[in-house]
């Protein structure tokens, strides 16, 4: 029996020794590329587009931190505590409030997968590129989608919003607090209401307003609000912040059909985030340096408070309109109360290319700024004063590179 056993054991070996032979005998195909043989350098820069934003010492610093495991009771109390910052930030109690493992895009989408369903009809502000985005993914998702087209600059109107609301009945409004392609802060005062009116849900993306400007997620009536982490709060791109109401969580619960993201799907996000009070169950790995650095994030506009962030803002970019008018500037945006205070767009001057002014800040100063996006791609010039960008010193060193940008880049004086 021994020496059945060793001769089996031999031949085995022999036969794995082979399996591993024949896994090493085919050639590389691909050899390591020499770029990765050269150490990673990162220019230095300041970021004054509309996001990202440049990373606060603090937040860089939680980036540096080692790993731990996503299911931890450690890391189970950083996510209890970016639970916290968000319904501080939002100003809101929904206990179902969290971060998802994406940017912006991803809680847009998050949003929309849990509360369209196919044939839902769904009324969208399309007054800049995200309202544009938004009426895609409900299209695609099979829901009827009725855009309310705006000039770019424009906002809308209560009466505008109900005129909709009548013809169209949906169950899902779609706004933009802050347009960040067109530099126009949306007023939100009344829609919650107007919308809750008319059977219909709230949905509004607060990605380059959040921290800047004023928004009141309960007071408002605002039934989904999501952001980034990249904008006002200066922390590294690829987390989102999001929150559901009670009457929004019913609209996820009553569902006749699965949402279409197993990876989005709120309910089980709600769970991995604690916010059912059940035992939490895995449902994917959390990027934990990300929510590292969101909640060094969120800390630190606790710190500073959000009435003093919104008054740094509001303060920072009067400045900058004041400097852009000593160039000879136009603003973009016509009217001062739907100017948005965390982006500001400049009309791009006649005979000038917007693309040789941005890259003339780049490649001469080390500043970006950026042209316009969506349906003001050539109109505008977008200037991002976000967080701890939004300073005194930094439009003086935007403005001085401005003057000289315009100075040298060529003009058609035709």
Known sequence: MFRALTKASVLWARRAAGWVGNM???????????????????????????????????????????????????????????????????????ALTLAVSGAGHCALETALFNLLEPGDSFLVGANGVWGQRAAEIGERIGARVHPMIKEPGGCYTLQEVEKGLAQHKPVLLFLTHGESSTGVMQPLDGFGELCHRHQCLLLVDAVASLGGVPIYMDQQGIDVLYAGSQKVLNGPPGVSLISFSSKAKSKVSARKTKPFSFYMDVMCLANLWGCDDEARIFHHTTPIIGLFCL???????????????????REASA?????LR???????VKDPATRLHTVTTVAVPAGYHSRDLTSYLMDRHGI???????????????????????????????A????EALQCCPRNRL
Request: no cysteine; charged share 20%.
């Open 24 to 94: 090493a005998s085919h050639q590389l195909l691909v050899q390591p590329p020499d770029a990765l043989r050269r150490p990673l350098r990162v220019p230095s820069r300041l970021l004054l587009g509309p996001g990202p934003s440049n990373l606060q010492p603090r937040v860089q610093a939680a980036g540096g931190l080692q790993v731990i495991g996503h299911m931890h009771k450690e890391m189970f109390q950083v996510m209890d505590d970016i639970k916290q910052g968000i319904q501080y930030v939002f100003q809101t109690r929904n």
């Open 295 to 313: 909640r060094e994030s969120l800390a630190l506009i606790v710190e500073q408070g959000l009435e003093a962030s919104w008054r740094r803002h």
């Open 319 to 323: 400045y900058l309109h004041s400097r």
């Open 326 to 332: 000593e160039l000879g500037l136009q603003l973009f």
């Open 368 to 398: 970006e700024i950026t042209g316009g996006l969506g349906p003001s791609l050539g109109k505008v010039l977008r200037i991002g004063l976000l967080g701890g960008n939004a300073t005194r010193e930094n439009v003086d060193r935007l």
């Open 400 to 403: 001085e590179a401005l003057r």
